[in-house]
Structure formats: structure tokens, C-alpha cells
């Protein structure tokens, strides 16, 4: 028996030790929906559209057409139709713009790490190298660049200032540039030329791969848009005679309509899914460059 109560007493230790002891862990902050929808906005290059402008053009873009419909076609349930495809054609434009803007971003990052490593080669230091990029670097990335020297000059800190950029592009690419830059300044070395000129060429490369993926699968995005396109001219022509718009006031035209859509939107979505090269993980965040080598 004094064996059992020893053993308790020493697991309440214990216990109490290990909690008294334990270091709290850091709160974590999840970002609102706001936040989320503005980080996305602004990697689409929108950075002036905040997010209550961009769901109020969605909403009045889906209203718009919803009315057009009423007025020309006459049939509610077309209208309805409308009113759920407008209301998603802001949100298809975004992603486009986001696409295309990576895309320009991924194209111009190879020339700018060698105009980076030509510049460090020649004597400059690191934050005279992306003040240079800033002035005469690509186009694509001359304002990432101002904003690097702009955000460093105020808080003299170039590492934060690379990281900051990391999370308000949030790109993958971005994310093995600064992940390069944040080691390359705070270690330093011989090999930072050397380092560079290797990244400069491993983007070049991936580059090239994605380049050849899409242009062999851009035949399925424009099959995709074509079968996609076909069901909705055949509902527009039907609608427009009045025999027609009568027939979906009805219950039953209201769920052909409505079953049509569904498997016309989940048909798109697929061939989309399986054309379209997916976008790749960021496998570094911000506190995981801050804290592998702080």
C-alpha cells in the first residue's frame, strides 16, 4: 500500500512540475475572411480593391444580368441561372489576373537573380544589389523590389523586409528566393554568387517544364470552354422564343434547368481539374524562414 501512494504522490509531482514549468505556446492568430479575401486580391496585383468592393461587383454584376435576363428573355428561372453565373465572373477574372500575374513574376525571376548575382559579384552588398533590381530589374518585379527597399530603409531590417514580401505575394516561387536571400544576408560567404547563379538556373529550368505541361494541356482548358459554352447558347436560343420561356416557368423545366447547370458547371470543373497544371505548395512561410535561422 505505501508503494501505491508513493507512486501517486510522485506521478502529482511530477505533474505539477511539468505544468508549472512548461513554456506557454505562442498564441496563434487565424486571419478573418476579410483578411484572407485582401491577400488574395492583392496577389492578383488589385491591391486598391478592397474586399466589400469586390463582393459588391459580384453582387451587382449578378443583379445586372438577372435584370437583362427578365427583361429580354422574360423567364424567372433563367434569370436565376444569370443572376449565379454573373455573380461568380469577378471571381473567374481575379484568379485569371492571379494566374497571369505569377506567370509574368515566374518568367522574370530567372533574369532577375542573375542581374542580382552579376551585381554581388561586382562588389555591391546585398541591399545595394536590390536597390539596383529596383531601378533596373525586370518589370514585373520592379515594384516588388521598391517595396523591399522602401519596407528595409524604415525598419532596417532586410531579412523581415524579405519575408514581409514572401507573405503579401504568397507565391512559392517568391518563397524559395527569399528563403535564398534571407540565409545568403544573414550568413554570408564566398558562395553567394555561386548560390545564386544555381537558383537562377534551377528557376530557368522549372520554367521551361511548366511552359512545355501547359501548352501540351491548353487543348483541354479550350475543349473544356467550348463544351461548357455549347448548353448555354442552347438555352438562350430556346428561351428566346416565348413557347420556350413558358416551358421553364414550370416546375419541371425549372430542374432541367437547374440539373443542366449542375452538370454542365461539374463538367467544366473537371476538365479544368485535369487540364490545368495545379499551382504548387508554399512549402516555406514566413516563420518558417524567421525561425530556421534566427
Given at each position: 500500500?505505501?508503494?501505491?501512494?508513493?507512486?501517486?504522490?510522485?506521478?502529482?509531482?511530477?505533474?505539477?512540475?511539468?505544468?508549472?514549468?512548461?513554456?506557454?505556446?505562442?498564441?496563434?492568430?487565424?486571419?478573418?475572411?476579410?483578411?484572407?479575401?485582401?491577400?488574395?486580391?492583392?496577389?492578383?496585383?488589385?491591391?486598391?480593391?478592397?474586399?466589400?468592393?469586390?463582393?459588391?461587383?459580384?453582387?451587382?454584376?449578378?443583379?445586372?444580368?438577372?435584370?437583362?435576363?427578365?427583361?429580354?428573355?422574360?423567364?424567372?428561372?433563367?434569370?436565376?441561372?444569370?443572376?449565379?453565373?454573373?455573380?461568380?465572373?469577378p471571381?473567374?477574372?481575379?484568379?485569371?489576373?492571379?494566374?497571369?500575374v505569377?506567370?509574368?513574376?515566374?518568367?522574370?525571376?530567372?533574369?532577375?537573380?542573375?542581374?542580382?548575382?552579376?551585381?554581388?559579384?561586382?562588389g555591391?552588398?546585398l541591399?545595394?544589389?536590390?536597390?539596383?533590381?529596383?531601378?533596373?530589374?525586370?518589370?514585373?518585379?520592379?515594384?516588388?523590389?521598391?517595396?523591399?527597399?522602401?519596407?528595409?530603409?524604415?525598419?532596417?531590417?532586410?531579412?523581415?523586409?524579405?519575408?514581409?514580401?514572401?507573405?503579401?505575394?504568397?507565391?512559392?516561387?517568391t518563397?524559395?528566393?527569399?528563403?535564398?536571400?534571407?540565409v545568403?544576408?544573414?550568413?554570408?560567404?564566398?558562395?553567394?554568387?555561386?548560390?545564386?547563379v544555381?537558383?537562377?538556373?534551377?528557376?530557368?529550368?522549372?520554367?521551361?517544364?511548366?511552359?512545355?505541361?501547359?501548352?501540351?494541356?491548353?487543348?483541354?482548358?479550350?475543349?473544356?470552354?467550348?463544351?461548357?459554352?455549347?448548353?448555354?447558347?442552347?438555352?438562350?436560343?430556346?428561351?428566346?422564343?416565348?413557347?420556350?420561356?413558358?416551358?421553364?416557368?414550370?416546375?419541371?423545366g425549372?430542374?432541367?434547368?437547374?440539373?443542366?447547370?449542375?452538370?454542365?458547371?461539374?463538367?467544366?470543373?473537371?476538365?479544368?481539374?485535369?487540364?490545368?497544371?495545379?499551382?504548387?505548395?508554399?512549402?516555406?512561410?514566413?516563420?518558417?524562414?524567421?525561425?530556421?535561422?534566427?
Amino acid at each position: 500500500m505505501s508503494v501505491v501512494v508513493a507512486v501517486l504522490l510522485a506521478t502529482g509531482v511530477f505533474i505539477t512540475y511539468d505544468v508549472i514549468t512548461k513554456m506557454p505556446k505562442a498564441a496563434t492568430t487565424r486571419a478573418t475572411p476579410a483578411e484572407r479575401l485582401g491577400v488574395w486580391l492583392s496577389t492578383a496585383g488589385l491591391v486598391g480593391v478592397t474586399p466589400r468592393v469586390f463582393l459588391c461587383a459580384c453582387v451587382g454584376c449578378g443583379v445586372a444580368i438577372a435584370a437583362l435576363c427578365l427583361v429580354l428573355i422574360g423567364s424567372a428561372t433563367v434569370a436565376v441561372l444569370g443572376l449565379v453565373a454573373a455573380s461568380w465572373a469577378p471571381v473567374s477574372f481575379v484568379q485569371r489576373r492571379r494566374r497571369e500575374v505569377q506567370a509574368a513574376r515566374r518568367g522574370a525571376w530567372p533574369e532577375a537573380i542573375d542581374l542580382l548575382a552579376g551585381s554581388v559579384r561586382t562588389g555591391d552588398t546585398l541591399p545595394a544589389a536590390l536597390s539596383l533590381l529596383a531601378e533596373q530589374g525586370p518589370d514585373a518585379l520592379r515594384p516588388t523590389f521598391r517595396r523591399v527597399v522602401a519596407d528595409n530603409r524604415v525598419s532596417g531590417d532586410l531579412a523581415a523586409a524579405l519575408v514581409r514580401l514572401g507573405d503579401a505575394l504568397a507565391d512559392p516561387v517568391t518563397d524559395r528566393v527569399v528563403a535564398t536571400l534571407v540565409v545568403a544576408h544573414r550568413v554570408g560567404g564566398r558562395d553567394l554568387v555561386r548560390v545564386l547563379v544555381t537558383l537562377g538556373a534551377f528557376l530557368r529550368e522549372d520554367l521551361a517544364v511548366r511552359k512545355e505541361i501547359i501548352a501540351r494541356q491548353s487543348w483541354t482548358l479550350v475543349a473544356a470552354r467550348v463544351a461548357a459554352s455549347a448548353p448555354v447558347l442552347v438555352l438562350l436560343m430556346v428561351a428566346s422564343r416565348p413557347q420556350g420561356a413558358n416551358a421553364f416557368e414550370s416546375v419541371a423545366g425549372a430542374i432541367v434547368v437547374t440539373i443542366g447547370g449542375a452538370m454542365t458547371l461539374v463538367g467544366y470543373r473537371l476538365m479544368v481539374a485535369i487540364g490545368r497544371l495545379p499551382d504548387e505548395p508554399r512549402v516555406l512561410g514566413s516563420s518558417a524562414v524567421v525561425g530556421t535561422h534566427a
